[in-house]
């Protein structure tokens, strides 16, 4: 667990991912039934959600209500079964960034690779964070209003039995609240391994750059044409295996990407419905807000890194322009030039240039879930 520790231990802890087989039978079948206990108790959770929005249909209040949850459950479920289901994908992705040309060779290349170590880790811990923040206050709330004439739930779910009595109200406050914590867990770690592989990216281009203009400064100041134009050479594959390493991240996630992202207009839209008709400062109403700003750290994470890696991804070419590249060898300046022809277009996530990781598409996003809440309003009014 080099490469983003946290993501793959939360994983591990969830029972998606371990990457040695367990030698001991009883420990591996121990593995089997905690891994599928988890997957079922995701996908039965995601049923009730379904049938509980087919159930209040036909009313809008109700509606909105389960149907933020519904979505979010919904895209896990996608999420969970695509990783599952190509986990050895997954380790491709991570050989990739193990080979020797991706490891650091001196004091700065290293404190590059930590830097943007270190960005991957608060990302993944900020996002937690604020969601697990969020789900302390729907389980919260149902003890708060402990006591009352109905006994409510941490979420408005369907549930086939009758809660009216305290032991089968316990189970299934525990049952949602174990829900709510899982999914918290692995849909953080699905999400931020995405931009996680991007941040990554991102810190190997900047290797790219900084070994460009070394290789350069030393053939210049030393006029070691065949070892300067070697290590250029190796930049050329290291640039290559950059570009490969991104296409394989995007073929792996970007569908599950788009769907994240159509569904987040309902789950944004949604969620600016229930704020506007919960209580001001009441519990509920914190919750939804942390939920909202959650849901807006998600999708801007995604496009906020999206739009670096094409940035970075295009600031080779000013490396190598910014270099004294006039005073190196034909044979280099041809090298060079491949270089720079190739990171022109620039990296990007996206599905035939729809759904594309960056700024505008977070915009877009937003500006249709506001577009969508205000007709939501005039149909409830």
């Known amino acids: 667990m080099d490469i983003l520790p946290v993501n793959f231990k939360v994983l591990w802890f969830c029972g998606a991912w371990k990457e040695r087989k367990d030698d001991n039978i009883v420990v591996a079948c121990l593995h089997f039934c905690y891994k599928y206990t988890i997957f079922f108790l995701i996908y039965q959770f995601t049923i009730f959600e379904v049938i509980e929005v087919i159930r209040t249909r036909d009313r809008i209040d109700e509606l909105t209500e389960g149907l933020f949850l519904a979505s979010t459950y919904v895209t896990l479920c996608l999420k969970y079964a695509n990783f599952l289901l190509r986990k050895n994908d997954v380790s491709e992705l991570l050989d990739c960034l193990r080979v020797k040309m991706c490891q650091p060779r001196n004091s700065t290349e290293k404190m590059i690779i930590e830097t943007h170590n270190r960005r991957a880790k608060w990302s993944t811990l900020s996002f937690l964070i604020m969601s697990h923040a969020t789900a302390m206050g729907f389980v919260i709330t149902p003890i708060l209003e402990f006591g009352k004439d109905e006994w409510t739930l941490p979420t408005k779910s369907y549930v086939p039995y009758s809660v009216s009595e305290i032991f089968p109200y316990v189970a299934t406050y525990l049952q949602q609240t174990a829900a709510l914590f899982y999914a918290i867990m692995l849909n953080v770690s699905f999400d931020s391994l995405v931009y996680g592989f991007t941040i990554h990216a991102c810190g190997q281009i900047e290797l790219i750059c900084r070994r ?170």
């Not at 210049?220 to 300067?228: G, L, P, T």
């Not at 594959?237 to 992202?261: E, Q, S, Y």
């Open 212 to 381: 460009l203009t070394d290789n350069i400064r030393a053939s210049v100041n030393f006029q070691k044409e065949s070892s300067a134009n070697a290590s250029i050479e190796e930049c050329i594959k290291h640039h290559i295996l950059v570009h490969t390493f991104v296409k394989k991240v995007g073929a792996l996630f970007i569908w599950t990407v788009m769907v994240l992202f159509l569904f987040s207009l309902i789950i944004l839209c949604t969620s600016i419905f229930l704020i506007s008709k919960t209580k001001l400062f009441s519990i509920e109403f914190l919750s939804l807000i942390l939920y909202f700003s959650s849901m807006m750290m998600q999708i801007f994470f995604y496009c906020w890194y999206g739009n670096e890696l094409e940035l970075k991804s295009k600031s080779i070419a000013n490396s190598i322009y910014f270099s004294n590249w006039t005073l190196t060898t034909s044979r280099e300046r041809r090298s060079l030039i491949l270089i720079m022809i190739n990171s022109q277009k620039g990296l990007m996530f996206s599905n035939n240039r729809m759904f594309a990781l960056s700024l505008d598409t977070f915009t877009w996003i937003f500006k249709t879930s506001y577009s969508a809440f205000n007709l939501l309003q005039q149909a409830s009014n």
